[in-house]
């Protein structure tokens, strides 16, 4: 039976919250349930935790999360349903600030302008407009031209103001280029308000915005190193895992020591290191073990055959050795103080085709033959080639078995036996017999 058929508690536990953790924020999921008020609000009258309750809340009551925005799922068909990137006006904000962007839109409140209306509703007069220019542009367009025809206008200026496009007019022409950054990078290097170009974009630049949620879309599961990520991101190494981890990638690029090495001498997490490699530089990986590498394309290890590269360089000026001169592999082992046994296993796994052909000698006819045989059956060969002396008689001349060198001979030298055949003819035809 295996471990996991044992019936311990751990293998039966059902998948779910914990009693402790249920109870924890039964209140605040009854409250984001059956009110509209936000998730900060909720766990600031409950007194927990803002993350965990957002955790909670979407991992155990998604459907709760759905409804908000209007998608009505029961809980076991939320619980297949992906939560994106939910864009736009909160259910919360909607409801706060519904009934003063009515009034915004209705003829009853044209006299008001937007602060006055404002505090008829108990708001803010900034967070209105806010959310007006944000969410409702129409509104504020429509509102205007009915207030200037009407003769009510109180002619201040409306839209962008002059200093505001030349502050951040840097920030937006780095964003509209076509590398793309971050926002806060763009604020960062035109050193400006990060807050405030954000504002200035969702306001101003809804065109640049939208572009910029689409190619972000377009990156979503899509992680390549140098490219974005669907956060916006750029799915590169930290600057200072890059450099933590320099001077090992220079000698794994550099060097056959193995990765196991490289981290015992640059004092690195060896572990670490693995993980640097299989995440930012799988092809001086795949270089190593000689496979071919696409970005974006699994690796199939499984049919990789595994080799330390620090044995390759240890072998390598032995294996041109063996086959400049055609030596024997116990000579040439021997001539780089190499252990014989070992450098045939490594011959057999990594150049089997070398292996095969190791000690084998080429005829002139182009036939593979063993160069100790040749040696042994060389004169005896040539004499049977040449002479009509018998296979026998050259056998107990040389101190050989005849079979077996008879066997040699037309395996090898088949074209032989029909030539001494005919100096045989022609020795008895000689003596008249």
């Known amino acids: 039976m295996s471990s996991l058929d044992n019936g311990s508690p751990a293998c039966n536990r059902k998948r779910g919250p914990r009693p402790e953790t249920v109870e924890k924020y039964r209140e605040a999921v009854e409250l984001y349930g059956f009110t509209a008020l ?16 957002q955790c909670h809340i979407g991992r155990y009551h998604r459907h709760l999360v759905l409804a908000r925005y209007g998608i009505n799922r029961s809980p076991e068909e939320a619980a297949d349903i992906r939560l994106g990137q939910l864009r736009g006006q909160l259910p919360a904000t909607r409801a706060k600030y519904r009934e003063a ?68 007019a840097g920030a937006v022409e780095l964003l509209r280029s076509d590398r793309y950054i971050t926002v806060q990078e763009a604020a960062e290097r035109c050193n400006v308000s990060y807050s405030g170009l954000e504002q200035h974009l969702l306001f101003y630049h809804k065109d640049l915005v939208g572009k910029r949620i689409r190619i972000r879309e377009q990156a979503v599961r899509q992680q390549r190193k ?42 690195v997490s060896r572990k670490g290191f693995y993980e640097y490699l299989q995440t930012w530089h799988m092809d001086l990986v795949c270089r190593r073990k000689g496979i071919p590498y ?20 240890k072998y390598a000026a032995a294996i041109d050795r063996l086959k400049e001169s055609g030596l024997p592999t116990a000579k040439v082992a021997a001539e780089f103080g190499l252990h014989p046994e070992c450098f045939r ?14 000690g084998m000698a080429r005829t002139e006819s182009g036939r593979m033959v063993s160069r100790r045989s040749m040696e042994k059956y060389a004169e005896a060969v040539r004499l049977y080639g040449t002479t009509a002396e018998s296979l026998k008689s050259l056998a107990r001349r040389f101190g050989l078995n005849d079979c077996s060198l008879g066997q040699f001979i037309r395996r090898h030298f088949p074209e032989l036996t029909e030539q001494h055949q005919k100096l045989v003819q022609q020795e008895n035809s000689g003596t008249g017999i």
């Open 38 to 53: 936000s998730s900060r609000e909720i766990c600031v009258r409950c007194g927990v935790s803002l993350k965990g309750f």
């Open 101 to 168: 962007i009515e009034a915004c839109d209705s003829m009853d409140y044209i006299e008001l302008n937007v602060s006055q209306i404002a505090r008829e509703f108990g708001l803010d007069g900034t967070n209105l407009g806010r959310q007006l220019r944000t969410h409702y542009p129409g509104v504020i367009e429509r509102r205007e031209k009915v207030r200037e025809r009407l003769g009510i206008s109180d002619n201040l200026p409306r839209g962008t103001r002059r200093s505001c496009n030349k502050q951040y």
């Open 226 to 267: 140098g490219k974005i990520t669907g956060r916006g991101t750029l799915h590169a190494p930290k600057p200072e895992t890059v450099a933590l981890y320099a001077e090992a990638l220079h000698l794994y690029r550099t060097t056959p020591m193995s990765a196991r090495r490289i981290a015992a001498e640059t004092k």
């Open 294 to 313: 696409e970005e974006g394309r699994h690796v199939d290890w499984s049919k990789v055959r595994k080799y330390n590269p620090a044995a390759k360089a």
């Open 345 to 358: 296993q490594y011959l057999k796994e990594h150049e089997p085709e070398l292996y095969a052909n190791l």
